[in-house]
């Protein structure tokens, strides 16, 4: 049975192909998502790729739930009582630090006992708006979704992560199943203001994509609340080092090939960035109970915007 539930509306734009290429991905390599049924929906998210001269926007989910955190709490405890005693929190941009990098390979060992999902979306930046008609025209039909004076560049990204986030809540999630949604500290929600009228444009989506009566809550936080649970920064870590890791790889990794999957190998040797080359290594050769795809949308030779799902390395071979 399939873990993925597919967007039924073609009318709803680029999240509509996000979610058809996710399914076909699914449908040819069933053991590709792990169904994060059991309890509590926890998802984490981090962005990379918003700074001038990126050639691809990265949006990273990792999506687990309650039961299967506290599974992992003991491997995470040992990583940090082993590599970051201190309490620094790992981070792609800051992977320069030595003590960092040395961490870095036992903590995604760590991270692949988590059961979950990593969904990370790429967004070429050839792409001119995620949004029908631009953000301008969003913000003069719905300025109830964004607070006063809100700048276009934040409406966009505000819009962006909402539909992603609406695409894997309606994709991953049962009507009645609560969530909790634990994102990075960044421009997009830094102020109660742009929380509330977030979750607000959220709701909407999510009705958009699932049509659901009665859902269960989704209950959000950011890393940098005092109330945020001991595990939060690690586990919003992992979205951070895929989101850098494939803005670095954007380039590198395949777009479409004329048909509607496949999967392939990457070299990762071909990467010059060495965070993202350990990164991919580990990606090609990983072990464990954390599942990861990555959608992209790319425009071919005739501008024409397409979407397309890839996944690294062997598949596991259980559900």
Known sequence: MAVWKRMTDPDAGFTYGLSDSLSILENVHPCSLFPPTDGVMVIGSDYSGQHKGAAHEAYSFVISTMSAIADWEPSRLAFRQQWLTDGRRMSFKQLRDA????????????????????????????????????????????????????????VEKMYVLASLLAMIVGGLRCEQQSSLWISDHDEALDTNDKRESFAVMLSHLIYGVTKWKDPATILFGTTGLPSAPPWAEDFAAIPDLMAGTFCKLGG??????????????????LAEDKRAKAVAEWLQTRRGDMRHVLLRLE???????????????????HT
Not at 260 to 269: F, N
Not at 303 to 312: D, G
């Open 99 to 154: 003590v960092r990098w040395q961490a870095l390979v036992p903590f995604l060992e760590s991270a692949c006992t988590l059961r979950g999902n990593l969904v990370t979306v790429l967004l070429s930046r050839r792409i001119p708006t995620f949004i029908e008609g631009g953000a301008d025209l969003l913000l003069k039909a719905l300025p109830v979704w964004f607070p006063p004076n809100t700048p276009v560049n934040t």
């Open 252 to 269: 590198l990794l395949p777009t479409f090939e004329g048909n509607k999957h496949w999967i392939r190998t990457i070299p990762s040797h």
């Open 299 to 317: 425009p071919d030779h005739n501008a024409n915007v397409r979407a397309s799902a890839q996944c690294f390395g062997e598949l596991p071979s």
